[in-house]
């Protein structure tokens, strides 16, 4: 296990971000008191390959802890250790902003060892077909971002979702003419 250290880091975007020379790691964490990016070979290593502190002087910026790793590329699997107040600092856990998740044969969410952890991949944005869609170009003060429990808004029978659809994608299928008429 070997630590390296980094020659430079921005907060800014969160995630993991693919750049020709490397990858850029940010994470925002209110109370952490330290963070260090575990890399991993395999998605069932029981231990990192590579553990990297993250130094709270050089590389964070207020909340957003961030490390610049050199020589990584798409398909690099990655978690975090965070410790502070009220933290366990031996669990591996996924970047909340990542695009990919690698879980290991046997995965259970009961085990609370480093083999059976999910985590995070760096995933190549670039390498997406988006098969001819376009950004829509809306400004953000023009956005309405619709969050909701799929169960929760189609499970009722007062939502007028087919019984055997009801609490399913399938039901939420059913509503999508309802939520256009949201705007």
């Known amino acids: 296990m070997g630590v390296i250290a980094l020659p430079r880091s921005s907060a800014a975007p969160l995630g993991a971000t693919l750049y020709a020379e490397g990858v850029n790691f940010s994470l925002y964490s209110r109370s952490a008191h330290g963070v260090d990016l575990l ?12 553990v990297i502190p993250i130094n709270p002087v050089t590389d964070r910026s207020y909340h957003y802890w961030h490390a610049w790793v050199p020589h990584v590329g798409a398909g690099q699997i990655y978690g975090y250790q965070v410790y502070g107040e009220g933290r366990d600092s031996h669990r591996v856990l996924l970047d909340p902003y990542g695009r990919g998740v690698a879980v290991p044969a046997g995965y259970d969410r009961k085990r609370h060892d480093v083999a059976g952890a999910m985590k995070s991949i760096v995933i190549d944005a670039g390498g997406y077909d988006w098969e001819g869609d376009d950004h829509p170009r809306h400004p953000s003060s023009r956005t309405i971002i619709y969050e909701m429990h799929v169960r929760g808004f189609t499970r009722h029978p007062s939502s007028g979702v087919a019984d055997s659809r009801r609490g399913t994608y399938a039901g939420l299928i059913e509503k999508i003419p309802y939520l256009k008429t949201l705007g």
């Not at 890399?39 to 590579?50: G, M, Q, V």
Request: hydrophobic fraction near 15%; charge should be negative.
């Open 39 to 50: 890399l991993f070979d395999h998605e069932d290593d029981p231990h990192p390959s590579r």
